[in-house]
């Protein structure tokens, strides 16, 4: 039996496996040539409670207005909602930012992280 297969034993009691968690690894290796190289690992970030009339762009100009984001690419995508909801937008951004974004004294007050 594989992984979260319920077992049957003798005595009718069902038994379940848990699943064990999959390590991913990384290739650490500098590669010289160029041509076969991996993608820079990138930090997803879900804000929610945003007014109606804000835009991406703003989202992104308020980032940048932060010194340690001036030469960093961060893009901003606005998600779907319904007119009469707040908006949300998904932010992406080099890992290495993670913690600074995370941090809820970089958001203007009552935006959701």
């Given at each position: 039996p594989t992984n979260n297969e319920a077992l049957k034993s003798s005595n009718h009691v069902t038994a379940v496996r848990q699943s064990k968690p999959i390590i991913k690894k990384?290739?650490?290796?500098?590669?010289?040539?160029?041509?076969?190289?991996?993608?820079?690992?990138?930090?997803?970030?879900?804000?929610?409670?945003?007014?109606?009339?804000?835009?991406?762009?703003?989202?992104?100009?308020?980032?940048?207005?932060?010194?340690?984001?001036?030469n960093v690419e961060?893009?901003?995508?606005?998600?779907?909602s319904q007119e009469s909801?707040?908006?949300?937008f998904v932010l992406s951004a080099p890992f290495s930012f993670k913690d600074q974004l995370y941090n809820p004294a970089f958001w203007p007050s009552g935006v959701g992280i």
């Open positions: 990384v290739g650490t290796k500098d590669n010289t040539d160029g041509e076969f190289l991996g993608v820079e690992k990138k930090v997803w970030i879900y804000l929610h409670r945003i007014k109606r009339s804000v835009t991406a762009d703003a989202v992104v100009k308020y980032v940048k207005s932060d010194s340690a984001f001036e961060v893009s901003v995508k606005e998600l779907p909801q707040n908006k949300c």
